[in-house]
């Protein structure tokens, strides 16, 4: 059975794993609307991991006893300077995201419940990827400037991303 706490500090988790679902999706409808198909394909698939995210944080919370409490998802951007705008806005939600599982992962070692800090320890790696590959696009968005054939080259490449299902739930399958 897992603690009230940790219950209450995942539910949180759930619903910022959804707005973060939400956020890409927004993202992806902007760049879908800008002719940037493969920016907005990028977008989409982070939209599935991030819903992904949250259902394996659901499945953890009934695998431990826990009840699931889904609550309203705030309001999301929905339009974006550039795609450089949007993976800086991109890099900052990452961290903050970092700073939340950094915060479950505390209450849990607090809380005594090694199972979720277990759990967690995915989570921790993944933000870490997360981080490091919104940087990356940063970095060559920098480079790519207003250089408009770099910018189409950078689409199509990102238009080639496909989604795979993360290692918790494959494991479900």
């Known amino acids: 059975m897992i603690s009230p706490k940790l219950q209450d500090a995942i539910n949180a988790q759930i619903n910022a794993e959804f707005w973060s679902a939400y956020l890409y999706l927004s993202m992806a409808m902007h760049f879908e609307s800008e002719g940037n198909a493969g920016i907005a ?3 989409r698939i982070q939209f599935k ?10 499945n953890y919370l009934v695998s431990r006893g826990g009840r699931v409490v889904l609550k309203p998802i705030d309001a999301v951007p929905t ?3 550039d795609a450089l705008a949007a993976f800086t806005d ?7 995201v970092t700073a939340l599982i950094n ?3 505390a209450l849990a070692e607090a809380e005594h419940d090694y199972a979720t800090r277990g759990k967690l320890d995915w989570f921790v790696a993944e933000q870490v990827e997360e981080e490091e590959t919104a940087k990356g696009m940063i970095d060559r968005l920098k480079l790519i400037g207003d250089n408009g054939l ?4 950078f689409d199509q490449e990102l238009a080639a991303r496909v989604y795979n299902v993360p290692a918790p739930l494959a494991a479900k399958a």
């Not at 991991?49 to 659901?58: K, P, R, S, W, Y």
């Open 41 to 43: 394909n990028w977008f």
């Open 49 to 58: 991991e991030e819903q992904a995210h949250a259902e394996i944080f659901i």
């Open 79 to 81: 339009q974006w300077k």
């Open 90 to 96: 991109t890099l900052a939600h990452e961290e903050k």
């Open 103 to 105: 915060n479950l992962y």
């Open 150 to 153: 770099a910018l189409y080259m």
